[in-house]
C-alpha cells in the first residue's frame, strides 16, 4: 500500500521505517530539512535500536523516501500524522498546534477514499473535532486513530510486531472501510493472531493515556513504598518482589528507584488530568498530581543521599554520573531524572563528569556546564563518590575493578541494579533508594545547601 507518515520525529521516523519493513511504499514528510536529508541518507536522527537496519533495507529496496514538501504526500492511499504533542509551556495541557498545523497541510492533498490516521498521543476530544475538519475537505475521506503503545529501545519491534492494535474509528460504512484499510496494513500482525480491538475515537485516545496513567502510578506506587522503607528501616526490593507473586500485581514495573522520565510519561499524565479538569472530571484523576510529586521527590532525595554520603557538603567534591539517558537503549534525556540530579549537585557546588553509551551529544545539548567522558573508567578517575542513574547493562555488569579510579569507594545505585554484595565485598559502600542503609537526616544543612527542585 502507499503510504505518507507526517512528522518525522522519534514516533514518525519508527513508524515510517516499520511501514516499510512491512512492505508498504512510504513517502515521511517533515518541515526539518536536516532531519530529512539525514533520514534519506538512511542516518536516524536519534538512536533506537533496529532502527538504522529497517532504514538501510528500505533504501535498498526503494520502498522509503522522506521529504520536506506536503505535496508529495499526495497519491497515498493512507496518510498517518504521527507529529509531536509537547506540554504547552503555560500550564500541564498537551500544545496541539503541531497536530492541527498537520492536519491543515494535509487537507488540500486528500484524494477521494483517502485515510487519514492520527497516531500523536492527544486530549480524548481531538479526534472528533479532527474528524469535522477531514470531512471538510468533502472528497470522501475518512479519519481514523490508531494509538501507539511504543517503547523506547524496543520501538520497530513494538510497531512490526505490537501487542495489541486498537482502532477508533466512526460508525457506520466509514468506520468499515476505515478497518478494512487498517487491516491491510497490519495484515502480518494480524496474521500472528495479535489482538484487535475496534472501538470509537473517545476510547482510541483514551487508552493511550490510561495505560501511560497505570505505568506512571505503578511505578511512582513503589516508590513511595521507598520513602516509607527509608524511614523505617525496611527494604524495598524486598517487599516489590513479595508484592510481585501475587498474580493481580505482578512484578514488572514494581523497581524502586530514581523514577521516570523521558519525552511521553510526565507530559502525557500532566496533560492527561489537565483534560480530565477541562471535563470537569479532575478528582478523577487527581491522584496523578500526587504520583507526579513522588517521582519528582526521588530526585531530591538521590540529590541529598548524595550530599549525606560526603558529610553534608558536595562543594568541590568529584561526582561521576553513570548513565545520562533517561532510560537504556535511548539517547532521549527529556526530563531525564539523571540530568535533573546533575543539574542540582552542579548548581550545590559540585564538579559533576557524566557518562553514557548514547546519550553524550544530547545530554551536551541539554546540559552545557556537565563535564562529559567516553567511557565509565575516564568518568570515575578521581571521583569522590559514583551515582549509577541509567539501568545500562553495560553498568550493571560492571566489575568494581573496572572502577579502581576513582577516589572515593562510594556507590549510590539509583536503580538498585547492582550486586551490592560484590562491591561492598572490594570494599565500596553502596546505598541505594528504598534499602535499610539511607535512613539520612533531612537537616537544615541539607536543605540550605541544595536549591529548591523545579
Known sequence: MKISVIGCGYLGAVHAASMAKLGHEVIGIDLDADKVAALNAGTPPFFEPG?????????KRGSLTFSTRMEDAAGSQVHFVAVGT???KDSDAADLRFVDAA??????????????VGKSTVPVGTAARLDSLVRSADVNAILAWNPEFLREGFAVKDTVSPDRLVYGVPAGPDGERAVALLDEIYAGALARKTPRLVVDFATAELVKVAANAFLATKISFINAMAEIAEATGADVTSLADALGHDRRIGR????????????????DIRAFRARAEELGVGDSVAFLGEM????????DRMVELAVDSLEGDVRGKRVAILGLAFKPKSDDVRDAPALA?????????ASVVGTDPQALETARRALPGLELAETPAAAVAGADIVLLLTEWKEYRDLAPAELAAARGRILLDGRNCVKREIWR??????RSLGRPDVAIPRSTRLSEQLAPAN
Open 425 to 430: 565485598e572490594s570494599g565500596w559502600t553502596v
Open 103 to 116: 492536519f491543515e497541510s494535509l487537507l488540500p492533498f486528500l484524494r477521494a477514499g483517502n485515510l487519514v
Open 341 to 349: 540530579v546533575a543539574a542540582r549537585l552542579i548548581d550545590a557546588g
Open 292 to 299: 507526579d510529586a513522588i517521582n519528582l521527590r526521588r530526585r
Open 252 to 267: 514488572k514495573f514494581l523497581n524502586s528507584g530514581l523514577g521516570f522520565g523521558g519525552g511521553c510519561l510526565p507530559k
Open 51 to 59: 532502527l538504522r537496519a529497517a532504514l538501510a533495507s528500505a533504501r
Open 86 to 88: 509537547p506540554q504547552r
